[in-house]
């Protein structure tokens, strides 16, 4: 099974600083990564596909590199609505997808 | 616009069974792969099972293989997940989450609000 690590696990950030979230697969997985979005009580919410195509309605200060084994989720100026936690999924294997530990963002 | 909505999750005693339901809508649900993923109190994400949009082809995460069923009634517009021999590390959030692809598991762009199962003596 491919096991994905997220870092940092959590992350303490002023709003309008540049934020990025590593993602690392154990084995390689092309370009098949995504990210989501979740805050307290609800369900995550899309931000990411295809390690960097951006999820139509998603604000273009997030957005997504890497290949192979090594992803980032970068948020290019931090607003008050991004404070949640972030997920990376692979979904590159015929054994189904799996998820990255987590990266809460906390204001600082 | 494209809902999903779970339902069916309640308190059960280790080793009953329980059936989830997950209703789609705003959207050709017979056309596309569907996921359940849950969520352990304050824990992450953990895909659990995947259905390919003809139910001919799914996966489940090992801990739960041979124990949980996932199923679709197209007709219906209609995920089920039936779960047998339940324990008390499978109390989570249960997501039913649309998946963009037809047949292979891809990523996961709807995702329904969540039904609460709690396995407790």
Redesign the interface.
């Known amino acids: 099974?491919i096991e994905m690590t997220q870092f940092p696990s959590t992350l303490s950030a002023s709003v309008g600083d540049r934020v990025t979230i590593t993602c690392r697969a154990s084995q390689s997985i092309s370009s098949?990564l995504?990210w989501?979005q979740?805050k307290p009580g609800k369900?995550?919410?899309?931000l990411i596909?295809?390690a960097s195509s951006l999820?139509s309605g998603v604000p273009s200060r997030f957005s997504g590199s890497g290949s192979g084994t090594e992803f980032t989720l970068t948020i290019s100026s931090l607003q008050p609505d991004d404070f949640a936690t972030y997920?990376c999924?692979q979904?590159n294997?015929?054994?189904?997808?799996?998820?990255?530990?987590?990266t809460k963002v906390e204001i600082k | 616009q494209v809902q999903l909505v779970e339902s069916g999750g309640g308190v059960v005693q280790p080793g009953r069974s329980l059936r989830l339901s997950c209703v789609g809508s705003g959207f050709t649900f017979s056309s596309y792969g569907m996921h359940w993923v849950r969520q352990a109190p304050g824990k992450g994400l953990e895909w659990v099972a995947f259905t390919s949009y003809d139910g001919s082809n799914k996966y489940y995460e090992d801990s739960v293989k041979g124990r949980f069923t996932i199923s679709r009634d197209n007709p219906k517009n209609t995920l089920y997940l039936q779960m047998n021999s339940l324990r008390a590390e499978d109390t989570a959030v249960y997501y039913c989450a649309k998946d963009r692809r037809r047949y292979s598991s891809g990523w996961n762009d709807y995702w329904g609000q969540g039904t609460l199962v709690t396995v407790s003596s």
């Open positions: 099974d098949w995504a989501y979740q369900a995550p919410n899309l596909y295809d999820e997920y999924q979904y294997t015929y054994s189904g997808p799996t998820f990255g530990g987590g």
